[in-house]
């Protein structure tokens, strides 16, 4: 690694993501380093949506939520295939607060920002049919919307690769040991690599892109805590136990806090919960008990047939998203906003929105005009538009759309490495076989749960962590990572404790009445 550079980015989820690549198309050199793997924080464990900030305006934050519109629209504009439309669901029940003129109020606004009406009112019946599994007692009619979605981690690893291709460096497994400083304040960090190697790299500007890890880089210049870390849980369901059309979007019986469950990449995800995170944030997070039996308990009231329990579910996670304090109590209050603090040539960007990450990249490039070289973008587009060779244009166009939006450049690559039978989907998710064959050639990987939890998302969408599959998944890692059977037993071993510890549902299980 050269030791100089114009910009060192410390992070490597979409916030970083996004800066390194607006950075690197303005023609400065950059590096990004990430303690784990790209994606590692809440960027690969959101609630994956893309949307456009309704609550913003209950808050009285018209220009957050136009902010998150735009953001929105252009992203599935440049990435259709990765960014999606979600059709979204809101049954309106007697005595219910949330009532149809209130939210079509709300609607009227986001929709007037989109420049295009997609908000429309279905009376009872009509609307038990779009959605017949919500509960039927009280129904009055339901709201209808659009929002978006995507698989959060391959969005920064989309964005990581287009940041590559305009000549930005990107490390996964290196950890900032310090911080450089000079008579002008911070300079370059001392970064140390997983096998233990050391370089000092110098750099014009520092950036502290490290979410809600945040306070600890800025901790070890003697600054104070600026972050509330708040814990978000979710739940996966296959789609035949939880059948869903569209996204079904409810309040909590219990506080009033919103729930959804939408179709994501083949199973019905539910989120999600909003708690104090007290928990060391060196560990990887996992969903509490009480936190599962909150999304049950939603569950049950608004698909009380269904009867789900404990036996159904796939997976569960937690994300901590880096919520800037503001000193509410409760956690749902908290501003959603991003924060850019200058301190001893330190830029620490936190907080915000998957959604908006381009504009957040943009604020802080802003930020350090003063301190770089005077760029500006070159012109070319975001988000390339790949070539297609015969093989990609040969298939079918979902899955040829798929790939293109996910892999970009790389996609025509992806295709033509693929062996025998490994462009078929794996049964109950959209992946093809050739995803993780590319992903452990090109992508970085390290370790089996880079593969499954990020590069991929099987180890979510299958059971036990896709442990049906594990066999040929050694396979792909003996060919193209060099894994011999002592390091497949390391890696599995790891794997295994992971997926218990974080992503399964703690004890005292919830069963059928």
Same mark, same amino acid.
């Given at each position: 690694?050269?030791?100089?550079?114009?910009?060192?980015?410390?992070?490597?989820?979409?916030?970083?993501?996004?800066?390194?690549?607006?950075?690197?198309?303005?023609?400065?050199?950059?590096?990004?380093?990430?303690?784990?793997?790209?994606?590692?924080?809440?960027?690969?464990?959101?609630?994956?949506?893309?949307?456009?900030?309704?609550?913003?305006?209950?808050?009285?934050?018209?220009?957050?939520?136009?902010?998150?519109?735009?953001?929105?629209?252009?992203?599935?504009?440049?990435?259709?295939?990765?960014?999606?439309?979600?059709?979204?669901?809101?049954?309106?029940?007697?005595? %219910?607060?949330?009532?149809?003129?209130?939210?079509?109020?709300?609607?009227?606004?986001?929709?007037?920002?989109?420049?295009?009406?997609?908000?429309?009112?279905?009376?009872?019946?009509?609307?038990?049919?779009?959605?017949?599994?919500?509960?039927?007692?009280?129904?009055?009619?339901?709201?209808?919307?659009?929002?978006?979605?995507?698989?959060?981690?391959?969005?920064?690893?989309?964005?990581?690769?287009?940041? %590559?291709?305009?000549?930005?460096?990107?490390?996964?497994?290196?950890?900032?040991?310090?911080?450089?400083?000079?008579?002008?304040?911070?300079?370059?960090?001392?970064?140390?690599?997983?096998?233990?190697?050391?370089?000092?790299?110098?750099?014009?500007?520092?950036?502290?892109?490290?979410?809600?890890?945040?306070?600890?880089? %800025?901790?070890?210049?003697?600054?104070?805590?600026?972050?509330?870390?708040?814990?978000?849980?979710?739940?996966?369901?296959?789609?035949?136990?939880?059948?869903?059309?569209?996204?079904?979007?409810?309040?909590?019986?219990?506080?009033?806090?919103?729930?959804?469950?939408?179709?994501?990449?083949?199973?019905?995800?539910?989120?999600?919960?909003?708690?104090?995170?007290?928990?060391?944030?060196?560990?990887?997070?996992?969903?509490?008990?009480?936190?599962?039996?909150?999304?049950?308990?939603?569950?049950?009231?608004?698909?009380?047939?269904?009867?789900?329990?404990?036996?159904?579910?796939?997976?569960?996670?937690?994300?901590?998203?880096?919520?800037?304090?503001?000193?509410?109590?409760?956690?749902?209050?908290?501003?959603?906003?991003?924060?850019?603090?200058?301190?001893?040539?330190?830029?620490?960007?936190?907080?915000?929105?998957?959604?908006?990450?381009?504009?957040?990249?943009?604020?802080?490039?802003?930020?350090?005009?003063?301190?770089?070289?005077?760029?500006?973008?070159?012109?070319?587009?975001?988000?390339?538009?790949?070539?297609?060779?015969?093989?990609?244009?040969?298939?079918?166009?979902?899955?040829?759309?798929?790939?293109?939006?996910?892999?970009?450049?790389?996609?025509?690559?992806?295709?033509?490495?693929?062996?025998?039978?490994?462009?078929?989907?794996?049964?109950?998710?959209?992946?093809?076989?050739?995803?993780?064959?590319?992903?452990?050639?090109?992508?970085?990987?390290?370790?089996?749960?880079?593969?499954?939890?990020?590069?991929?998302?099987?180890?979510?969408?299958?059971?036990?962590?896709?442990?049906?599959?594990?066999?040929?998944?050694?396979?792909?890692?003996?060919?193209?990572?060099?894994?011999?059977?002592?390091?497949?037993?390391?890696?599995?071993?790891?794997?295994?404790?992971?997926?218990?510890?974080?992503?399964?549902?703690?004890?005292?299980?919830?069963?059928?009445?």
């Amino acid at each position: 690694m050269t030791t100089d550079c114009d910009l060192l980015v410390i992070g490597g989820g979409i916030t970083g993501a996004g800066i390194a690549l607006e950075a690197a198309r303005r023609g400065l050199s950059v590096i990004l380093v990430e303690t784990r793997d790209f994606a590692w924080g809440s960027s690969s464990r959101s609630s994956k949506l893309v949307h456009g900030g309704l609550r913003y305006l209950k808050e009285g934050k018209p220009g957050l939520t136009r902010e998150s519109v735009h953001a929105r629209a252009a992203l599935m504009r440049d990435l259709p295939g990765l960014v999606e439309p979600q059709p979204f669901f809101m049954a309106h029940y007697a005595g %219910r607060a949330q009532g149809r003129w209130l939210l079509g109020a709300g609607l009227a606004v986001y929709d007037a920002f989109a420049g295009v009406r997609t908000r429309c009112y279905h009376a009872a019946d009509p609307a038990a049919w779009l959605a017949p599994h919500v509960g039927r007692t009280g129904l009055r009619g339901a709201t209808t919307y659009l929002d978006a979605k995507t698989d959060d981690a391959r969005l920064v690893l989309r964005v990581l690769q287009e940041a %590559r291709a305009h000549g930005a460096r990107l490390v996964n497994y290196t950890r900032v040991e310090s911080l450089l400083r000079d008579d002008g304040g911070v300079c370059g960090a001392l970064l140390r690599g997983e096998q233990g190697k050391a370089c000092e790299l110098r750099a014009r500007s520092v950036v502290n892109a490290t979410g809600a890890w945040a306070d600890s880089l %800025r901790g070890s210049m003697g600054a104070a805590p600026r972050l509330r870390p708040l814990r978000g849980s979710h739940l996966l369901f296959p789609l035949w136990r939880l059948p869903l059309a569209q996204a079904i979007a409810f309040m909590h019986p219990r506080d009033g806090r919103p729930v959804f469950t939408y179709p994501w990449e083949g199973a019905a995800l539910v989120g999600t919960t909003d708690a104090d995170h007290r928990e060391d944030l060196a560990q990887e997070p996992g969903i509490t008990r009480a936190e599962a039996d909150y999304l049950f308990e939603a569950l049950a009231w608004q698909f009380p047939a269904l009867e789900l329990t404990d036996a159904d579910v796939l997976s569960a996670y937690a994300g901590v998203r880096p919520v800037v304090a503001s000193g509410h109590a409760d956690p749902s209050k908290e501003t959603r906003d991003h924060l850019l603090l200058d301190e001893a040539g330190l830029l620490t960007v936190t907080g915000g929105k998957l959604t908006t990450f381009r504009a957040i990249a943009r604020d802080a490039l802003a930020r350090l005009a003063p301190r770089l070289p005077a760029a500006a973008h070159d012109g070319r587009p975001v988000f390339a538009a790949p070539p297609v060779s015969a093989a990609l244009a040969a298939l079918p166009a979902p899955l040829r759309e798929r790939l293109v939006a996910r892999y970009g450049c790389a996609a025509v690559e992806l295709v033509a490495a693929a062996q025998p039978g490994e462009l078929e989907t794996l049964a109950g998710t959209a992946t093809v076989w050739a995803e993780l064959r590319h992903a452990a050639r090109r992508e970085q990987v390290r370790h089996l749960d880079d593969l499954l939890l990020r590069r991929t998302r099987l180890g979510l969408l299958l059971r036990d962590g896709a442990a049906a599959i594990l066999p040929r998944v050694r396979q792909i890692a003996s060919q193209e990572l060099g894994w011999d059977d002592a390091r497949w037993a390391q890696e599995l071993t790891r794997y295994r404790d992971l997926i218990a510890r974080c992503y399964a549902l703690p004890a005292t299980a919830r069963s059928a009445s």
